[in-house]
């Protein structure tokens, strides 16, 4: 078995749907093991890409990992901000900092110590 087919066998094992693999794409080697690339046709990640790692040669293969990495295009989410650079002035208006407000204080009065009954 040639690594494609390796790696298109261990695709196949994590992947919904085999129609959701598309063609075969590239190889690279990076340390001691080599990166099998297909196209991901999944309606989800348009322009995403399917990667298997193997290591070994062809006699004595071992896939060690598959994953799917963004190609060009593909949707990615944003990079991570803290809330605090994130909101701006102006972005809380009256009515949210008022229900936040009171969020707080109903949270405050319901943790109150509860004194026993005399």
Known sequence: MTFVDLALEAIREVADEDSHIGNYLDRDLVDSST?????????????????????GDEAHASVNEVWMEPGDGALRIPEWKPWSERIRPGDLGVELRCAIRMQALEFVANRQPRHASR
């Open 35 to 55: 990166i099998i690339r297909f196209a991901s046709t999944h309606p989800g990640y348009p322009h995403w890409r399917w990667c298997v790692a193997i290591t």
